[in-house]
Nanobody
Framework: QVQLVESGGGLVQPGGSLRLSCVAS????????MGWHRQAPGKQRELVTT???????NYADSVKGRFTISRDNAKNTVYLQMNSLKPEDTAVYSC??????????????WGQGTQVTVSS
């Protein structure tokens, strides 16, 4: 079994910052791509950013220059530093990871999500 657990969401004023964390635990052999998605009320889930095991990153145009993804491979953890937050960044943020388990399967796992609200 593998679990992804996010933390760090909350309420922040426009222009503020938040840092999300996501820890993967369980029967993990290795982790390939890790990433963050978000879903706002009434909208489809959208990809925010991804990072490979070697550190290559990809960002949605809407967050470039404001959000930074990073990971600690030793801790099976991915982070999302969000700066200059805007009300339109309000959403449930979920992390996901493509993981090779110890029984040699490759599976996409998702966290339960953490709410980020940007409001004055």
């Amino acid at each position: 079994q593998v679990q992804l657990v996010e933390s760090g969401g909350g309420l922040v004023q426009p222009g503020g910052s938040l840092r999300l964390s996501c820890v993967a635990s369980g029967t993990i052999f290795s982790i390939y791509v890790m990433g963050w998605h978000r879903q706002a009320p009434g909208k489809q889930r959208e990809l925010v950013t991804t990072i490979t095991s070697s550190g290559s990153t990809n960002y949605a145009d809407s967050v470039k220059g404001r959000f930074t993804i990073s990971r600690d491979n030793a801790k099976n953890t991915v982070y999302l530093q969000m700066n200059s937050l805007k009300p339109e960044d309000t959403a449930v943020y979920s992390c996901n990871a493509k993981i090779r388990t110890t029984d040699w399967r490759i599976i996409d796992y998702w966290g339960q999500g953490t709410q980020v609200t940007v409001s004055s």
